[in-house]
Protein backbone atom coordinates (compact mmCIF):
# COMPACT_ATOMS: atom_id res chain seq x y z
CA UNK A 1 0.00 0.00 0.00
CA UNK A 2 1.34 3.19 -1.05
CA UNK A 3 0.74 6.77 1.20
CA UNK A 4 0.41 9.28 -1.21
CA UNK A 5 0.64 13.24 -0.71
CA UNK A 6 0.62 15.31 -3.56
CA UNK A 7 -2.13 15.29 -6.35
CA UNK A 8 0.04 14.61 -9.10
CA UNK A 9 1.39 11.02 -7.50
CA UNK A 10 -2.43 10.50 -7.08
CA UNK A 11 -3.49 10.94 -10.83
CA UNK A 12 -0.25 8.87 -11.86
CA UNK A 13 -1.17 6.10 -9.74
CA UNK A 14 -5.07 6.17 -10.90
CA UNK A 15 -3.80 6.73 -15.00
CA UNK A 16 -1.62 3.64 -14.43
CA UNK A 17 -5.10 1.49 -13.40
CA UNK A 18 -6.96 3.12 -15.92
CA UNK A 19 -4.58 2.48 -18.58
CA UNK A 20 -5.17 -1.71 -17.89
CA UNK A 21 -8.68 -1.12 -17.41
CA UNK A 22 -9.06 -1.08 -13.83
CA UNK A 23 -11.94 0.41 -12.01
CA UNK A 24 -11.52 2.92 -9.27
CA UNK A 25 -12.98 3.36 -5.92
CA UNK A 26 -12.98 5.80 -3.35
CA UNK A 27 -13.51 5.82 0.20
CA UNK A 28 -13.25 9.41 1.63
CA UNK A 29 -12.57 9.49 5.46
CA UNK A 30 -11.36 12.15 8.15
CA UNK A 31 -9.05 9.26 9.68
CA UNK A 32 -8.98 7.65 13.07
CA UNK A 33 -10.89 4.70 11.19
CA UNK A 34 -12.58 1.96 13.49
CA UNK A 35 -14.27 -1.12 12.06
CA UNK A 36 -16.75 0.63 10.32
CA UNK A 37 -14.12 2.46 7.81
CA UNK A 38 -12.55 -1.06 7.21
CA UNK A 39 -16.56 -2.43 5.95
CA UNK A 40 -16.50 0.68 3.67
CA UNK A 41 -13.14 -0.58 2.46
CA UNK A 42 -14.59 -3.97 2.43
CA UNK A 43 -17.27 -2.87 0.26
CA UNK A 44 -15.01 -1.08 -2.22
CA UNK A 45 -13.10 -4.09 -2.77
CA UNK A 46 -15.93 -5.88 -4.05
CA UNK A 47 -16.78 -3.59 -6.35
CA UNK A 48 -13.49 -2.33 -7.76
CA UNK A 49 -10.10 -3.33 -8.81
CA UNK A 50 -8.05 -0.59 -6.74
CA UNK A 51 -8.86 1.22 -3.67
CA UNK A 52 -7.77 4.36 -2.64
CA UNK A 53 -9.45 5.63 1.13
CA UNK A 54 -8.30 9.67 1.44
CA UNK A 55 -7.62 11.07 5.80
CA UNK A 56 -8.21 14.49 5.49
CA UNK A 57 -9.64 16.22 8.64
CA UNK A 58 -11.85 18.98 6.29
CA UNK A 59 -11.59 22.33 8.09
CA UNK A 60 -14.32 23.87 6.48
CA UNK A 61 -16.72 20.89 7.62
CA UNK A 62 -16.51 22.26 11.26
CA UNK A 63 -18.17 25.36 12.94
CA UNK A 64 -16.28 27.14 14.59
CA UNK A 65 -16.96 26.24 18.20
CA UNK A 66 -16.99 22.37 17.12
CA UNK A 67 -14.09 19.72 17.36
CA UNK A 68 -11.65 20.34 14.76
CA UNK A 69 -8.58 21.06 16.69
CA UNK A 70 -9.34 17.66 18.62
CA UNK A 71 -10.38 15.76 16.08
CA UNK A 72 -8.48 12.79 16.89
CA UNK A 73 -5.49 12.33 14.00
CA UNK A 74 -4.02 8.46 14.23
CA UNK A 75 -2.12 8.40 10.86
CA UNK A 76 0.43 5.54 11.61
CA UNK A 77 -2.35 3.14 13.62
CA UNK A 78 -4.78 3.80 10.20
CA UNK A 79 -2.08 2.71 7.82
CA UNK A 80 -1.74 0.14 9.57
CA UNK A 81 -5.40 -0.82 9.39
CA UNK A 82 -5.99 -0.37 5.45
CA UNK A 83 -2.65 -2.11 4.52
CA UNK A 84 -4.46 -5.03 6.41
CA UNK A 85 -7.73 -4.22 4.83
CA UNK A 86 -6.14 -4.69 1.04
CA UNK A 87 -6.61 -0.83 0.21
CA UNK A 88 -4.12 0.23 -2.51
CA UNK A 89 -3.30 3.73 -1.79
CA UNK A 90 -3.87 6.42 1.04
CA UNK A 91 -4.31 9.56 -0.05
CA UNK A 92 -3.12 12.42 2.68
CA UNK A 93 -3.43 15.75 1.26
CA UNK A 94 -2.25 18.61 3.06
CA UNK A 95 -4.49 21.97 3.21
CA UNK A 96 -2.71 23.89 0.17
CA UNK A 97 -3.19 20.60 -1.70
CA UNK A 98 -7.40 20.50 -1.20
CA UNK A 99 -7.77 24.62 -0.90
CA UNK A 100 -5.01 26.31 -3.28
CA UNK A 101 -6.19 29.52 -2.88
CA UNK A 102 -7.18 29.52 0.67
CA UNK A 103 -10.11 29.24 2.26
CA UNK A 104 -11.36 32.49 1.60
CA UNK A 105 -11.24 32.34 -2.13
CA UNK A 106 -12.29 28.72 -1.88
CA UNK A 107 -15.03 27.53 -4.51
CA UNK A 108 -17.58 26.25 -2.61
CA UNK A 109 -20.24 23.10 -3.87
CA UNK A 110 -23.32 23.62 -2.03
CA UNK A 111 -26.41 21.62 -2.04
CA UNK A 112 -29.79 23.69 -1.41
CA UNK A 113 -33.20 22.93 0.52
CA UNK A 114 -31.98 19.01 1.40
CA UNK A 115 -28.83 20.46 3.62
CA UNK A 116 -30.99 22.56 5.72
CA UNK A 117 -32.74 20.38 7.59
CA UNK A 118 -31.55 17.88 10.46
CA UNK A 119 -28.09 17.81 10.86
CA UNK A 120 -27.43 20.83 8.02
CA UNK A 121 -29.69 23.45 10.57
CA UNK A 122 -27.71 22.20 13.81
CA UNK A 123 -24.48 22.59 12.03
CA UNK A 124 -25.09 25.42 9.09
CA UNK A 125 -22.30 25.33 6.48
CA UNK A 126 -21.44 21.68 7.77
CA UNK A 127 -22.90 19.91 4.13
CA UNK A 128 -21.25 22.93 2.05
CA UNK A 129 -17.78 21.76 3.69
CA UNK A 130 -18.28 18.12 2.94
CA UNK A 131 -19.69 18.47 -0.65
CA UNK A 132 -16.90 21.20 -0.99
CA UNK A 133 -14.22 18.56 -0.03
CA UNK A 134 -16.01 15.78 -1.71
CA UNK A 135 -16.63 16.94 -5.38
CA UNK A 136 -12.42 18.04 -5.03
CA UNK A 137 -11.57 14.71 -4.37
CA UNK A 138 -13.58 13.66 -7.20
CA UNK A 139 -11.84 16.13 -9.19
CA UNK A 140 -8.59 14.67 -7.57
CA UNK A 141 -8.76 10.84 -7.88
CA UNK A 142 -11.55 10.49 -10.34
CA UNK A 143 -12.84 7.30 -9.08
CA UNK A 144 -15.55 5.48 -10.75
CA UNK A 145 -17.23 4.74 -7.05
CA UNK A 146 -17.27 6.12 -3.85
CA UNK A 147 -18.39 4.73 -0.73
CA UNK A 148 -20.15 6.59 2.41
CA UNK A 149 -21.23 4.97 5.55
CA UNK A 150 -25.23 4.67 6.46
CA UNK A 151 -24.57 6.27 9.57
CA UNK A 152 -24.42 9.49 7.81
CA UNK A 153 -27.45 9.09 5.84
CA UNK A 154 -28.21 12.99 5.24
CA UNK A 155 -24.60 13.02 4.12
CA UNK A 156 -24.98 10.14 1.52
CA UNK A 157 -28.17 11.81 0.11
CA UNK A 158 -26.67 15.51 -0.11
CA UNK A 159 -23.66 13.40 -1.77
CA UNK A 160 -25.51 11.58 -4.49
CA UNK A 161 -27.57 15.15 -5.33
CA UNK A 162 -24.64 16.75 -5.59
CA UNK A 163 -23.36 13.59 -8.23
CA UNK A 164 -26.47 13.93 -10.14
CA UNK A 165 -26.90 17.22 -10.42
CA UNK A 166 -23.42 18.02 -11.49
CA UNK A 167 -23.33 15.19 -13.90
CA UNK A 168 -20.38 13.75 -12.26
CA UNK A 169 -19.70 10.31 -13.26
CA UNK A 170 -19.07 8.50 -9.76
CA UNK A 171 -21.37 5.54 -8.58
CA UNK A 172 -22.14 6.38 -4.83
CA UNK A 173 -22.83 3.57 -2.93
CA UNK A 174 -23.54 4.07 1.01
CA UNK A 175 -22.66 0.63 3.61
CA UNK A 176 -24.51 -0.61 6.27
CA UNK A 177 -23.40 0.81 9.60
CA UNK A 178 -21.20 -1.06 12.53
CA UNK A 179 -22.38 -1.44 15.60
CA UNK A 180 -21.01 -2.04 18.94
CA UNK A 181 -22.73 -5.11 20.80
CA UNK A 182 -25.17 -2.93 22.94
CA UNK A 183 -26.41 -1.31 19.21
CA UNK A 184 -23.84 1.84 19.32
CA UNK A 185 -23.60 3.19 15.86
CA UNK A 186 -19.29 2.65 15.65
CA UNK A 187 -18.24 7.07 15.40
CA UNK A 188 -14.91 8.39 16.00
CA UNK A 189 -16.82 10.74 18.21
CA UNK A 190 -18.03 7.92 20.29
CA UNK A 191 -14.12 8.46 22.55
CA UNK A 192 -15.77 11.69 23.31
CA UNK A 193 -18.32 9.69 25.55
CA UNK A 194 -17.47 8.82 29.65
CA UNK A 195 -18.63 5.82 31.28
CA UNK A 196 -21.78 6.70 32.49
CA UNK A 197 -22.51 8.47 28.70
CA UNK A 198 -21.78 5.34 27.11
CA UNK A 199 -23.91 3.28 29.53
CA UNK A 200 -26.53 5.79 28.26
CA UNK A 201 -25.55 5.99 24.67
CA UNK A 202 -26.93 2.66 23.07
CA UNK A 203 -30.43 4.40 24.17
CA UNK A 204 -30.01 6.23 20.67
CA UNK A 205 -30.52 2.79 18.49
CA UNK A 206 -33.22 1.63 20.77
CA UNK A 207 -35.23 4.77 20.36
CA UNK A 208 -35.26 4.26 16.23
CA UNK A 209 -35.70 0.92 16.86
CA UNK A 210 -38.55 0.94 18.78
CA UNK A 211 -40.22 3.66 16.53
CA UNK A 212 -39.27 1.27 13.19
CA UNK A 213 -41.50 -1.68 15.00
CA UNK A 214 -44.20 0.83 15.67
CA UNK A 215 -44.28 1.81 11.99
CA UNK A 216 -44.03 -1.81 10.47
CA UNK A 217 -46.66 -2.93 12.97
CA UNK A 218 -48.81 -0.06 10.81
CA UNK A 219 -48.86 3.17 13.08
CA UNK A 220 -48.54 5.87 10.39
CA UNK A 221 -49.31 8.65 13.68
CA UNK A 222 -45.76 9.92 12.68
CA UNK A 223 -45.45 12.80 14.99
CA UNK A 224 -46.87 10.84 17.93
CA UNK A 225 -43.95 8.58 17.32
CA UNK A 226 -41.43 10.96 17.11
CA UNK A 227 -42.48 12.54 20.35
CA UNK A 228 -41.65 9.10 22.17
CA UNK A 229 -38.26 9.25 20.26
CA UNK A 230 -37.78 12.45 21.65
CA UNK A 231 -38.95 11.75 25.37
CA UNK A 232 -37.33 8.45 25.38
CA UNK A 233 -33.76 9.73 24.50
CA UNK A 234 -34.22 13.46 26.87
CA UNK A 235 -35.31 10.41 29.91
CA UNK A 236 -31.50 8.79 28.55
CA UNK A 237 -29.78 12.07 29.06
CA UNK A 238 -29.62 13.28 25.75
CA UNK A 239 -29.64 16.51 24.97
CA UNK A 240 -32.26 15.72 21.59
CA UNK A 241 -31.29 17.88 18.41
CA UNK A 242 -33.81 15.74 16.18
CA UNK A 243 -35.81 12.63 16.45
CA UNK A 244 -37.62 12.61 12.69
CA UNK A 245 -39.71 9.93 10.47
CA UNK A 246 -39.10 11.02 6.98
CA UNK A 247 -39.46 9.76 3.18
CA UNK A 248 -36.17 7.87 2.54
CA UNK A 249 -35.00 9.56 -0.81
CA UNK A 250 -35.92 12.98 0.17
CA UNK A 251 -35.81 13.27 3.49
CA UNK A 252 -39.80 15.05 2.76
CA UNK A 253 -42.32 14.50 5.70
CA UNK A 254 -43.84 10.82 4.87
CA UNK A 255 -47.06 11.58 2.56
CA UNK A 256 -50.08 8.97 2.70
CA UNK A 257 -48.53 6.03 0.25
CA UNK A 258 -45.13 6.52 0.73
CA UNK A 259 -43.53 3.11 1.76
CA UNK A 260 -40.12 3.60 2.52
CA UNK A 261 -38.98 5.76 5.14
CA UNK A 262 -35.88 6.59 7.54
CA UNK A 263 -35.77 7.72 10.85
CA UNK A 264 -33.56 9.59 11.56
CA UNK A 265 -32.20 11.31 15.36
CA UNK A 266 -29.12 13.15 16.82
CA UNK A 267 -28.32 14.35 19.97
CA UNK A 268 -25.78 15.41 22.54
CA UNK A 269 -24.70 13.00 25.97
CA UNK A 270 -21.45 15.47 27.22
CA UNK A 271 -19.37 16.31 24.62
CA UNK A 272 -20.67 13.84 22.10
CA UNK A 273 -22.90 14.84 19.62
CA UNK A 274 -24.15 11.49 18.22
CA UNK A 275 -26.07 10.34 15.19
CA UNK A 276 -27.72 7.09 13.85
CA UNK A 277 -30.92 5.66 11.32
CA UNK A 278 -33.17 2.51 10.82
CA UNK A 279 -34.24 2.73 7.04
CA UNK A 280 -37.80 1.05 7.40
CA UNK A 281 -40.39 -0.06 5.01
CA UNK A 282 -43.98 0.71 6.28
CA UNK A 283 -46.53 -1.81 5.78
O1 LIG B 1 -17.95 11.29 6.63
C1 LIG B 1 -16.84 11.82 6.72
O2 LIG B 1 -15.92 11.27 7.34
C2 LIG B 1 -16.58 13.18 6.05
O3 LIG B 1 -17.71 13.98 6.13
C3 LIG B 1 -16.08 13.05 4.60
C4 LIG B 1 -17.13 12.42 3.70
C5 LIG B 1 -14.80 12.24 4.56
C6 LIG B 1 -15.77 14.44 4.03
O4 LIG B 1 -14.78 15.08 4.77
Keep these: MKTVRDIAAMRAAVRDWREVGERVALVPTMGNLHRGHLS ?5 RARADRVV ?27 RRLR ?4 DVVFVPGDEEMYPFGLQAMTRVSVPLLTEKFCGASRPGHFDGVTSVVARLFGIVQPDLAVFGQKDYQQWLVIRRMTADLH ?3 EILSGPTQRERDGLALSSRNQYLDPDERRRAPALYRSLQRCAQAIEAGRRDYAALEADGRQALEAAGFQVDYFAVCRADDLAPPAAGDRQLVILAAGRLGRARLIDNVLVTSA
Design 40 to 44: LVELA
Design 53 to 79: VSIYVNPTQFGPSEDYADYPRTLDADR
Design 168 to 170: MPV
Design 84 to 87: RAGA
